[in-house]
Each structure stands twice: as structure tokens, then as C-alpha cells.
């Protein structure tokens, strides 16, 4: 087992799960962290993570974690990833480690890698200017023989290295290219639009090996899911868990998580979407560990670790097989309207024997939201429900993101 | 009330197992889960009752703690109605909190920092200032606050509190709550007579105290209001007794029941065998048991064809209170106006629609069994017809309908009697709104989202058609630039109602304009010292600005104005119905309205004149006559009037002090 976890960025949970566990373990993170980890004790190296320079580097940074003995580095967000895959490549003396990192880092370089390795992806391209999406759009009609008069096929954009949604455009046409592209987008990916059915798993590796698949069902992106999937993806367990283990192969990823995301075809074919190696979104490995019955945060933590051995690792991990009881679900709630003044809880949801808990805070007197979102933006709070019928599940949470809880 | 399912018990285990085990760090994120199962919880006794038993556990595992109830000793019970009504996640804090001082005051739990009895009068002192839920009967300005759920947590709150704790610390608050409750004279009188059935369980109330005897009055009123309802406390027995009683002993009874009617407005089970007894055998008697004046005496000779036949078909244990309504009605000559006499025996033949039978059935609680619901319809008919100042809104938002009902009692009974029908047989109404027939069955949703049914009968058979009228004539006159009550009132009420009309609000501007001015027409329009010492003929529709205890704006409310007249003292005072079931408020600056003592009939609620006006937005006058007085109003009173709006509801507004063309 390694000497110490570096766990890099702040995370309440995960710390929570980490004294749990009770394994040593430093946080790094922002020096506006300090004064709260002091009164709490908590293991912590203040570091500008934001910043590249002569004083802020990962030479630098593993100096300041030996008093620490830290081995082991886990990206916890999105914007950690270099820093982690840096230091893995200085404990485990393999500089390819943070060129993986980048590789998460660039969407351009995980697709080509990708389309290299033999994994399905749409057509791809970076692209600098406004120009450079339409010429993109242009040759993608061509490839997709357009007649005079038809429409445009789609085009997504999205910034080379942000988390999930954060900066993703959708264009239908060459005149939605001119309304809404703005010269901050680029440089970006662009890509042909994907068919299929979406959905992410989380995939626990070590040694180079899924130790555990986590399917997340999305109901709505980035406003409900539920863990276990439902009917459908579950008879399609078997060929996710190949074309992840060839995703894996391909990355040549040895330790930690990864979270991709794939669209479903009608012929049972998977593309790729993109994937990322940081904890997901959308609360869900609390829903996972809830399902699975086991701590799925510190399952993410160890698995970064090299050292941990097999017992270790069935120590954490759930056993083999082993099936889920219960869907766990969850429906993220915003507001639908700019201006709202109350918080109002339908009597049908308490009523509803699948609801177990939410975290809704009612609003400040007129609070308003600002008209820029990134993503999904911060939602006001989640609801939870448990049940034994993932249909049911599916309708409710269908259900729910549509009520106003906030009037 | 609901039950708490097992379900709901298990989630709660679960999230506070996840709360104990939970490090200090996530401990807020976890209480937050928490404090939405408690919420759940609260909405029913039984949950109450657990959450009572798991609150020693809770405390222990630091719920309170990093909270501002962290410290038991040193929290404020004015506070506790502030922070029910923040709404959740606060409020089921607080029902928590309030929860550990229970198990404190009844020693379940024992506690370091706070002693049992100091506890105690915590609870005690928190009960005072939060009656209105332990009643389930809330003020306006309460009612726009809370949304239902949260209501109805607050209720079942304080329903448990009650039924948990001694009480003794708050008797004299009860006895005087009971006096100015039954002084307004309320249709619904289940308030009052659960209040007073609350205080003769609980307390002794033999003593010779001025408090002991006025809670006497009361309680005998209902339990005994005479020597043979005392001496033969079963209906049954007291059946019996009257059977075999003398002439004597009938008139006595007859006196007895009569006088604690008319001092207390309320009516016992034993009064309506007493009534119908005397009906069949001693009519000479009836006046007395009725306790009827002379005017009333003349009716009841008159007519005593047709109130005999109401009385026989209508009275009964449970529906006893008409008595009242019933001797009201014949102290105010209603019998003696034919379509009045008409309307009820068109009543009396009615067959009721089958959804409004479930209406009216959902309203009454203790039903019995052999009346039926056509039966508490013309029982409630006469309560109406006899207590127009009665009629109350209940837990709604149809301040409205309750005003029309109120003013068509007094001016247009056999108009109202008519519409009660063609609601009663048909579940439908038609009104007529510039030229257009509005059938409410046809309309969209009112502003009732759900009748609370806590309500008189009338109430429950019309006020879901009038609530929807009244609302689709707001939507048709939205947009017009100016208050959409100025032509909504005139076609909703009828006739009575001035067609001129004056806002000091600006639409268009969202602005108050010319103040002065608008305070102006108000006293040229109702102060006798300004108009030509005119007397209002007819109640006024009025709008006002709602305000708390701190005189900050909470809404708008629709009340009437009834008279201005001056009281014994000599000052002048606006008396109005607030159709808003309690008439007592506090509406910050002073401005408290009265309900008793100030000249007050039954049901009013009076302000000395100049802060009545403080509180008014819109009203409707004669812009005919006002013309000649308005150059009489002196400036004085408008600078009393000015500061007091502008330092209270006016901060919520512009204010723009441009003259204007009224």
C-alpha cells in the first residue's frame, strides 16, 4: 500500500472517505483551503495550482509532499490531471505517465489516439477561427454527399480541455456558426455529430485491468441518473466491458479511473465520445457506492496506488459478481425561472415511496440567476431516490427535472 | 392527519446512521439530507412523536451543532415564529429545537445546560405568540408567508406542544383569547369551541377569579348552559328531562340557554331539543329561548309558520349554532321581506348536485348521521343571513368571495339565497362581466389552488365558483393600465359599489403618484367632519397594503369598509370587515386593529380614521359628489397620514409627486 496519497484538489468527500479509510494521505490545494484544513487538522500543502513558473512546478511541488512521504498522486478535478500525472511520473520513474495526462487533456490527442488504437470516432479536427468551422462543416456535407437545399450536418465544438459539458456548442448551420461562435472559443475541437444512445461508465483499473465497471445510466444529461443501468444497457454489459478494456489497452492506462463516455448504436456498435480521469459529475459515486455497498471514493483513491495488493483491493472493492439490490437516482434541480422567491416541495414527491432524501435550499429573498452558465452551472441541490424498478426510476426522474421547485 | 409511513422511518435511520458516522467536515451536508427527512416527518403526529423520541439521539450526534439553536439556554421564543416561517431547511429546524425543549420540559431528556422548568415556560412562552397554529388558524400576512406544507407542519407542531406540555402559564392568554374570539362572532365557531374545550380539560377553572369566571361563561355556554343540560349531561338524558319537565322548568331552561347564547354567540347540542321541544309544545316559550328583542318577538309571531318548519327540518345537536344565525335573522326583520321567505322555501325543496353533497360533507366533522347534507346547507344559509359580519375566509386565499358573500348577506339576501341554489343544484354560476356571461365551469383556475375546508357551508358550496369568476374578471381587465378592481368590483359585487375609482398606485410607472391627493378623495369621500356629515350607506370595497407587526409590505388584502363614526371617546374610527378569519392584527407603527371596546359590532375591526388610511391603495367613491368637499380636507390631516405610509409600505415603492387628474 502506498506511504501516502497526495489527493490533489479539495474535496470534502473524499477527505471524509480517506479518514474512513484510514490511510495517511496530504491534500493539495489552494492556499485559501489553508486556514480550514489547520482547524481541522487535515494533512495540507498550499500550492498555486494555477500557476506554471520557477516557484510553482511539480519539481518543486514533490520537495514540498516529502515531508509527507507521498508516493502516490490523484487527480480529483479536471484541472489537477497534469499536475498528478506529473508527479506519477517522478514517483514511478516513467516519464510517459504525464504525456497521458495530456492525453486527457487534449481531446484532439485522445481522439487521434483513439481513431489509432481502433476505437470508433467521428471525424475531427482542431480548428482556429470561425472559418476553419464552417471549412470543417463544408467538408463534412461533402462526405455526407448534400444535396443543394438540404440541411447542414451537425457540428459540436468544444474547448480542448474542459470537464464534461463546460464550452460545448452544438452548430445545425453554416448561419448558426456566424450567430453564436465567438473568437474566445478557439482554438477547439470540432467533430462530426455522433448517433447512438449516450451513456458513461466509471472504470476502476489496476494493473492495467478493470478491477470494477460502474455503468451510470443517463436519463438527462447533466440533470438525472441512476446506477445500476437499466434493462437495456445491462444485457449490453459484456461488449461495454471489451471495448473499455480495449479503450484502457489502447491508452495504455495502468492505474486509476477512467469515466468515458459512449453513444450506443442500433447495431450494437460503441463510439467514442471522449473520456476524462477525474471523479464524474453528477453525484455519481455516491450513487455508486450506494448501489455497489461499498465506498467508491476511496475505491477511486487506491486504485491509483501501484503498491496495493490484491487483498487490499478486495478489501475495498465489491465483490465479484456481485449484483445491486436497489437503483439509486438522482435528479439535479435548477431553477426554470430567472426570479423566484420560495422553495416549494410537491406533497406527491414525499409522498412517492422511491424518494429517500433531498438537499434543496430554499432561495434568498428575490434571488436571481445570472444569465451565464458554465455547463450545466451549480445546481441548487439534489434529490435522491431508491427503488427496485428502473422504469419506474426512468419516469420519475423524467418527471422531476421538469417540476419548478422554485417559485 | 397522515401517517408516517415505515418507509419514512427507514430513510431517516439511513441518513442519520450517515450522519453519525459522518466526520465533522461533510456533518452539514449530511444534516441537510437529514433536516428533509425531518420536514417529512413533521407533516404528521405520529412523526412528531418519533422525532421525539429520536431527538436526545440527534442532539447528542450534534444536529444543533455550528447552528444558531446550538446553545438551548439561549434561544428567544419571539423568535420561533420568524423562523417557522423562513420555510425549510430552517423551519424544520426550528420544529426540531422546539422538539429537544419538549423532551427537556417533560424530562424525557435531561439537560445541563437549561432546567426543566425553565424549559417549560420557554415552551409556554412560544405558545402564546404562535396560537394561530395551535388553532390552525392563521393571520393574512401569516397565511401569504407560508407556503400549505409549511403551514401545516407549524399546526401539527403546535397541536403536539399542546397535547405534550403543562399548560398552566398560559391560562390567562386562553381565557382572553376565547373573549375575543367569540367577541367577533364567527360563523365557524370550531376555533373557539376547541379553545374551549382545551381549557376545560386542562385546567381548573373553579376558582373566583375575574379569569375563572369569564372561562366559565364559556365553557358552560357549551357543556352546561343550564340546570338540566348540567344535571343531564347525555343528549339522551336531557331528552328525557324535557319530556317530563314543568312549563316552569321549560321557561327556565329556555332563559338560561337564551342568555348564555346572546353573551357568548355560541349554542349548545342540549339548546336544539330545547328549541324544537318548545316548537312542538310551548311556542309561547321560543322568543325566550331565542332571547329574541322586540323586533324579533314581532317576526317570530308573525312568521312563526315558516320558522317553526325551518326549525324542525334544520336544527339539530350537531348543527345547533343556526340557533344563532336564526335569532340574528329575526332580530334583523329578514322574515319580513317576501323574496327572503321565498328564497328559503325554495331551498327548503332543493336536490344538492352531487359534487357539492361532497363538498359540504368534507366540511363538517362531527356530521350527524340523520341530517342531511340539505339540511346544514339552510343551517348554514341562516347563519349567514344572520351573521354577515361572520363570514371568514378560513385557511385561503379568496379574501375576495368572502367579502361578496358578507355584502350581499346584508344587502342582497334573497339575492344570495338564489345564488346559493343555483350553485347547490347546479355545481355552476354564471355572472355577467361587460356584456359577456362568465360560467365558472367553463373558466380556468382561480386562485384557489385547494379549498381548505375548514369553512362554513356557504363558503364551501360558492366560493369555489366565485373564486374563479372573480379571477377571470381580473385576467379580462389586465393590461388596461390601471387597477383591474376598478371594473371587476362594480360587475363582482353589484350595484352598491361606485363605479369612480381611486388608486395611489401607478401601473404603468409601478410608482405611488400623488399621495396627497389620493388621501384627499378618501376623506371627502367617507370623514363626516369633511363630506356634509354623510353616513357610507353601503360597505366599500377596499384594497390595502399588508404590512407586518415591523411595518414592512407583505401584499395586498381586499377588506370593507362598513362605517366611520366616532367612538365613545370622541375619536374618529373606520370600522371595516377583514375577512381574514381573526380580526385582531398588528400591522406595525401602532396601527393595530381593534375588535372590542372601540364601539365595535360584532365582527368589525376598527382603526382610528387617519391610520386607516395609512394602509389604503384603492377604493371606490362617487366622483360625482366627492367634487365640492375636497377643498375642505385640511393639510393637517394628510401630513398625519403621509409618513406613516411612506415609512411603511411606501419603501417598497416609488414615489412620484406629480399632481394628478383624479
Not at chain 2, 112 to 141: G, T
Not at chain 2, 451 to 464: A, E, I, Q, R
Request: aromatic share 10%; hydrophobic share 40%; charged share 25%.
Amino acid at each position: 500500500m502506498a506511504k501516502c496519497f497526495a489527493l490533489m484538489g479539495w474535496s470534502l468527500p473524499v477527505i471524509e472517505s480517506m479518514q474512513k479509510l484510514g490511510k495517511p494521505y496530504v491534500v493539495v490545494s489552494f492556499p485559501d483551503f489553508e486556514p480550514y484544513a489547520a482547524e481541522h487538522n487535515i494533512p495540507f500543502v498550499p500550492y498555486q495550482l494555477d500557476e506554471w513558473s520557477d516557484t510553482s512546478n511539480s519539481l518543486d511541488l514533490v520537495e514540498k509532499l516529502k515531508p509527507y512521504n507521498a508516493d502516490v498522486a490523484v487527480p480529483l478535478y479536471e484541472e489537477t490531471v497534469e499536475w498528478a500525472g506529473a508527479l506519477n511520473s517522478i514517483y514511478r520513474n516513467d516519464p510517459r505517465v504525464l504525456n497521458r495526462a495530456f492525453l486527457f487533456r487534449n481531446k484532439a490527442i485522445m481522439k487521434r489516439k483513439a481513431l489509432i488504437g481502433g476505437l470508433r470516432v467521428g471525424l475531427f479536427e482542431e480548428v482556429y477561427s470561425k472559418d476553419g468551422v464552417k471549412a470543417f462543416m463544408r467538408r463534412l456535407n461533402e462526405a455526407n454527399l448534400q444535396l443543394e437545399g438540404e440541411e447542414d450536418s451537425w457540428v459540436h465544438i468544444k474547448p480542448f480541455a474542459s470537464a464534461g459539458t463546460v464550452g460545448h456548442r452544438l452548430l445545425k448551420s453554416m448561419a448558426q456558426i456566424d450567430e453564436e461562435c465567438e473568437d474566445g472559443d478557439f482554438p477547439c475541437l470540432a467533430e462530426s455529430h455522433l448517433p447512438g444512445r449516450e451513456f458513461s461508465c466509471e472504470a476502476f483499473i489496476h494493473k492495467g485491468k478493470i478491477r470494477f465497471l460502474n455503468i451510470t445510466e443517463y436519463v438527462k444529461l447533466g440533470y438525472s441518473n441512476f446506477i445500476p443501468e437499466g434493462n437495456f444497457l445491462e444485457t449490453k454489459r459484456e461488449l461495454i466491458h471489451k471495448q473499455v478494456q480495449k479503450m484502457v489497452d489502447i491508452f495504455g492506462i495502468e492505474f486509476g479511473m477512467v469515466h468515458p463516455e459512449w453513444f450506443l448504436t442500433e447495431n450494437d456498435e460503441l463510439n467514442f465520445g471522449e473520456t476524462a480521469c477525474r471523479i464524474p459529475g453528477g453525484h455519481i459515486l455516491e450513487l455508486c457506492s450506494k448501489s455497489y455497498e461499498f465506498d467508491a471514493l476511496a475505491a477511486f483513491v487506491v486504485s491509483h496506488d501501484p503498491n496495493a495488493t490484491e487483498e487490499e483491493l478486495d478489501a475495498i472493492f465489491p465483490p465479484k459478481g456481485f449484483k445491486p439490490k436497489y437503483y439509486h437516482g438522482n435528479v439535479m434541480i435548477y431553477p426554470h425561472k430567472r426570479q423566484f422567491s420560495k422553495l416549494e416541495i410537491p406533497e406527491e414527491l414525499n409522498n412517492d415511496p422511491y424518494f429517500t432524501e433531498h438537499s434543496l435550499v430554499p432561495p434568498y429573498e428575490g434571488q436571481k440567476i445570472s444569465g451565464d452558465r458554465g455547463g450545466f452551472g451549480n445546481h441548487f441541490g439534489t434529490i435522491n431516490f431508491k427503488g427496485e424498478d428502473p422504469d419506474r426510476m426512468t419516469e420519475l426522474l423524467k418527471h422531476y427535472q421538469k417540476v419548478d421547485f422554485y417559485v | 392527519m397522515e401517517i408516517a409511513s415505515d418507509r419514512i422511518f427507514q430513510n431517516f435511520e439511513k441518513s442519520l446512521e450517515e450522519f453519525k458516522e459522518s466526520i465533522e467536515l461533510t456533518k452539514q451536508e449530511k444534516a441537510a439530507k437529514l433536516a428533509s427527512q425531518v420536514d417529512i416527518l413533521s407533516q404528521s403526529r405520529n412523526g412528531l412523536v418519533y422525532l421525539l423520541q429520536k431527538i436526545g439521539e440527534l442532539d447528542r450526534a450534534g444536529i444543533f451543532n455550528n447552528t444558531v439553536w446550538s446553545e438551548p439556554d439561549k434561544l428567544i421564543p419571539l423568535l420561533v415564529k420568524g423562523t417557522l416561517k423562513v420555510g425549510h431547511p430552517t423551519s424544520s429546524f426550528e420544529i426540531l429545537s422546539e422538539l429537544r425543549l419538549l423532551a427537556f420540559a417533560t424530562g424525557i431528556e435531561k439537560s445541563d445546560k437549561i432546567a426543566q422548568k425553565d424549559a417549560q415556560s420557554f415552551l409556554e412562552e412560544v405558545m402564546v405568540h404562535n396560537l394561530e397554529f395551535a388553532h390552525q388558524d392563521v393571520s393574512e400576512e401569516t397565511r401569504l408567508a407560508m407556503p400549505v406544507r409549511e403551514l401545516k407542519k407549524a399546526f401539527n407542531l403546535f397541536g403536539f406542544i399542546v397535547s405534550e406540555i403543562d399548560l398552566q402559564g398560559v391560562y390567562e392568554k386562553l381565557a382572553e383569547e376565547i373573549r375575543l374570539i367569540c367577541a367577533q362572532r364567527p360563523i365557524m365557531t370550531r376555533k373557539a369551541r376547541e379553545l374551549i374545550r382545551l381549557v376545560n380539560e386542562r385546567f381548573d377553572t373553579t376558582g373566583d377569579s375575574e379569569t375563572d369566571r369569564s372561562v366559565r361563561l364559556y365553557i358552560n355556554a357549551i357543556y352546561a348552559p343550564s340546570e338540566g343540560a348540567r344535571n343531564n349531561t347525555s343528549l339522551k338524558d336531557y331528552e328525557y328531562f324535557l319530556s317530563e319537565s314543568s312549563v316552569a322548568t321549560l321557561e327556565r331552561e329556555a332563559r338560561a340557554m337564551g342568555e348564555h347564547m346572546n353573551a357568548t354567540g355560541l349554542v349548545s347540542g342540549y339548546h336544539s331539543l330545547l328549541l324544537k321541544k318548545l316548537v312542538a309544545d310551548y311556542e309561547d316559550l321560543v322568543p325566550v329561548c331565542l332571547h329574541l328583542n322586540d323586533r324579533g318577538v314581532a317576526e317570530w309571531e308573525k312568521f312563526h309558520g315558516l320558522i317553526s318548519t325551518l326549525i324542525n327540518e334544520t336544527v339539530s345537536p350537531d348543527n345547533c349554532q343556526c340557533i344563532y344565525g336564526l335569532a340574528r335573522m329575526l332580530g334583523k326583520s329578514l322574515f319580513s321581506r317576501r323574496p327572503v321567505r321565498v328564497g328559503l322555501e325554495n331551498l327548503r325543496k332543493v336536490k344538492i348536485h352531487s359534487m357539492v353533497e361532497k363538498r359540504i360533507s368534507k366540511s363538517l366533522i362531527n356530521k350527524d348521521a340523520d341530517v342531511t347534507v340539505l339540511q346544514y346547507l339552510i343551517g348554514g344559509t341562516i347563519k349567514v343571513l344572520g351573521q354577515h359580519l361572520g363570514v371568514g375566509q378560513g385557511n385561503n386565499p379568496t379574501c375576495q368571495s368572502a367579502r361578496g358573500i358578507s355584502m350581499w348577506s346584508q344587502h342582497a339576501p334573497a339575492m344570495l339565497i338564489d345564488m346559493i341554489i343555483t350553485v347547490a343544484t347546479q355545481n355552476d354560476l354564471i355572472m355577467r362581466f361587460e356584456n359577456q356571461d362568465l360560467t365558472s365551469n367553463q373558466l380556468g383556475k382561480g386562485l384557489l389552488e385547494k379549498l381548505d375546508y375548514n369553512l362554513d357551508v356557504v363558503s364551501v358550496v360558492l366560493v369555489p365558483h366565485l373564486d374563479k369568476i372573480y379571477n377571470e374578471m381580473m385576467k379580462r381587465s389586465a393590461y388596461r393600465g390601471e387597477d383591474p378592481h376598478k371594473w371587476v368590483n362594480p360587475a363582482m359585487y353589484g350595484q352598491w359599489v361606485h363605479v369612480g375609482f381611486a388608486s395611489c398606485y401607478d401601473y404603468p410607472s409601478n410608482s405611488i403618484v400623488d399621495y396627497a391627493g389620493f388621501v384627499k378623495i378618501f376623506y371627502a369621500a367617507f370623514h363626516p367632519d369633511f363630506n356634509g356629515q354623510h353616513q357610507m350607506v353601503y360597505p366599500n370595497p377596499v384594497g390595502i397594503f399588508l404590512t407586518t407587526n415591523k411595518g414592512v409590505m407583505v401584499g395586498l388584502h381586499a377588506i370593507s369598509l362598513l362605517r366611520v363614526d366616532k367612538n365613545k371617546k370622541g375619536e374618529m374610527r373606520a370600522y371595516f370587515l377583514n375577512p381574514n378569519n381573526e380580526g385582531r392584527q398588528d400591522w406595525g407603527q401602532g396601527i393595530k386593529p381593534t375588535v372590542f371596546g372601540n364601539g365595535e359590532k360584532p365582527g368589525e375591526s376598527s382603526l382610528p380614521f387617519y391610520q386607516f388610511v395609512a394602509r389604503v391603495y384603492a377604493f371606490h367613491y362617487s366622483a360625482l359628489d366627492v367634487k365640492s368637499w375636497l377643498s375642505l380636507v385640511p393639510q393637517e390631516e394628510i401630513r398625519k397620514v403621509e409618513p406613516l405610509a411612506k415609512e411603511s409600505w411606501g419603501k417598497s415603492y416609488v414615489w412620484n409627486q406629480q399632481t394628478k387628474l383624479w
